[in-house]
């Protein structure tokens, strides 16, 4: 379950650049990963407090998602698709060599606060606070993108940009605003994703590219720019490969990818669309 | 190769045969590349073991080439039917019998018959669907072979077996000098017949296609067979170059599978130009060489190298640099 959130966590930050705005980045890792490493370096390092440097870190690696869409991914919305994968592909690359000029190549833990770390009784059984954390935390990231793009002005403004970029913006809606704040939004969400599944997924520099198959699977089963299709979809390939991992260890990720290409046959445009 | 052409050509057969295509001779890029091929193993034989790698690797770029830049497939799970055709090469030279030519024939049967076997349930699905659901067959592919320890070794890799001199006559050496001639034929070869393939009706039918689907569809021609049929002859060539690699390095490892070597074989792609047969061997030979240097000082250095060089081709695509160039050129002249 909670490794089912952290997919989510991080492949709704995808769902939202790769389903609304029509972009494959496949850099997204990559921001898991930034998102990670500045959590890690600023509780360590810097010795912050982890509920200060959490949202700190989701900040920065906002902004770094917002630098790089401004200089460089606008030009890309045109493209073909695989030339934004070759281009992202190439980004992945150039930040994990970064990060590893910087950190080195060794795991990287986050310290956690003495409230997270204990386990707490739920009644029926105990768990670690910290997966509490994760599965809520995705909970609500769920309502509050659903709500986001569904109800407010701003979702409504990133569906018309979209839609019909030239008409938007003739209509008065200042859609490189828009593109830009939901691609650093999407972004900041693979922060999180990264900070929340440290415990489960390592921080090392290959990460962007160990775990971005994952994740591509993930919105491509929840079908593209669906919310609640991501939710589903990411709980339910999770529970999978955990359960694959407690039953039949020494099949590897087979039951996985079994079920996503099942799942894909079925319903090529994603779960939850018609 | 422009759009008008092809179209053109399939709707009026008799002004086809009339007015042939301008297509290069199929015999120009092979000659060119056997002539720099046999320099370099001459001029370098200290290098040979680089010279095979880069002859194997081109002729599964090639195969990527038939998928992605002819027909327009986007795929990120083309090791698969490179690491199923080495495996069948190399247990074949282990239980049956060490002779190169019907190992070869072995690999190219497996990796067409993978090709054939997936690509008629992926074919079915188009773009995004597509691509990942080929992620998600090599994934399963190298599941199984993770799993099927006995055939395949698994993690330790499949080795121990030894392959008979080629034609009885020439023994592979441990300079590889065998290796990297038998190699670059085989690679010619290809290069040869696949150049006649993709200027042939059937592929001037797939690159239409590739280029108007539906127009295609109008037009009569069967898009699903002609599809499946350009994915399993990709198939036999990925398999090929996957026993290539198995006979030569005298060992298969489950990273002949990877998601990784599909990833890097189309950068390769890319960098040289798609749907050009000789762009992937010049893609190749330029992403080998840049890689054999960079790696050798430091392997993150090399992430940092590659990185830069895809984001550059998106930026400045090789052929609007060229036709800059030549623009350049005229102006001089």
């Known amino acids: 379950m909670a490794y089912g959130m952290v997919l989510f966590v991080i492949a709704v930050g995808l769902s939202i650049t790769l389903g609304l705005m029509r972009f494959v980045n496949l850099s997204h890792g990559a921001f898991a990963m930034v998102g990670g490493y500045c959590a890690a370096l600023l509780v360590r390092e810097a010795q912050w407090n982890f509920w200060v440097a959490v949202p700190a870190a989701v900040a920065l690696t906002a902004a770094l998602g917002a630098v790089l869409e401004a200089s460089v991914f606008r030009h890309l919305y045109r493209r073909k698709e695989l030339e934004q994968v070759l281009f992202t592909i190439g980004l992945s690359f150039v930040l994990i060599a970064t990060t590893n000029a910087l950190a080195g190549p060794q795991v990287q833990l986050i310290p956690l606060p003495p409230a997270l770390a204990g386990p707490i009784d739920l009644g029926w059984r105990t768990l670690p606070a910290q997966r509490l954390l994760v599965i809520g935390a995705g909970l609500g990231i769920a309502a509050l993108a659903a709500w986001v793009v569904a109800y407010t002005r701003f979702g409504i403004w990133l569906r018309a940009a979209v839609d019909h970029g030239g008409t938007a913006s003739s209509l008065g809606i200042p859609i490189r605003v828009v593109q830009c704040a939901s691609f650093a939004a999407g972004a900041g969400l693979a922060g999180l994703g990264g900070i929340l599944g440290a415990e489960l997924m390592p921080l090392e520099p290959y990460y962007a590219l160990k775990y971005l198959v994952l994740v591509l699977v993930v919105v491509s089963v929840g079908g593209m720019g669906s919310i609640a299709g991501s939710l589903v979809a990411a709980v339910a390939l999770g529970l999978i490969e955990t359960a694959s991992k407690y039953l039949a260890s020494d099949w590897g990720s087979l039951f996985f990818f079994v079920a996503m290409a099942f799942l894909l046959a079925w319903r090529p445009n994603g779960l939850l669309k018609r | ?333």
């Open chain 2, 1 to 333: 190769m422009n759009t008008q052409s092809v179209l053109t050509t399939q709707a009026t057969p008799e002004a086809a045969a009339q007015a042939q295509p301008r297509c290069a001779s199929p015999w120009l890029a092979p000659a060119i590349l056997l002539a720099a091929g046999a320099l370099a193993c001459l001029m370098l034989p200290d290098q040979l073991g680089l010279l095979t790698r880069i002859f194997v690797t081109a002729l599964l770029v090639l195969s990527l080439d038939l998928v992605v830049g002819i027909a327009g497939l986007a795929t990120l799970g083309h090791a698969a039917m490179f690491g199923v055709g080495a495996y069948a090469a190399g247990i074949f030279a282990l239980k049956v019998m060490p002779e190169p030519l019907l190992g070869l024939a072995v690999g190219v049967v497996a990796g067409a018959a993978l090709a054939l076997a997936s690509g008629a349930f992926l074919l079915r699905y188009q773009g995004f669907t597509f691509l990942m659901l080929t992620v998600a067959v090599a994934q399963i592919v190298l599941s199984l072979a993770q799993k099927a320890r006995g055939w395949t070794g698994a993690d330790d890799g499949l080795s121990g077996f030894g392959i008979d001199p080629l034609f009885g006559r020439f023994a592979f050496d441990l300079e590889g000098r065998v290796a990297a001639w038998y190699a670059l034929a085989v690679l010619v070869l290809v290069l040869h017949l696949l150049s006649r393939l993709v200027n042939s009706p059937f592929g001037l039918a797939v690159r239409g296609i590739h280029e108007n689907r539906a127009r295609m569809a109008a037009l009569g021609t069967p898009i699903y067979v002609r599809l499946l049929t350009m994915y399993t002859i990709a198939g036999a060539v990925a398999g090929a170059a996957g026993a290539l690699s198995a006979q030569t390095n005298a060992v298969v490892g489950l990273d002949s599978l990877s998601f990784g070597l599909s990833a890097e074989i189309l950068v390769m792609l890319i960098l040289g130009g798609a749907g050009r047969l000789y762009g992937a061997v010049i893609g190749t030979v330029v992403f080998t060489l840049l890689h054999h240097t960079a790696a050798s000082i430091n392997p993150y250095h090399w992430l940092f190298v590659v990185g830069f060089l895809l984001m550059g081709v998106v930026l400045v695509p090789p052929a609007r640099l060229l036709g800059f160039v030549r623009r350049r050129m005229g102006a001089l002249q």
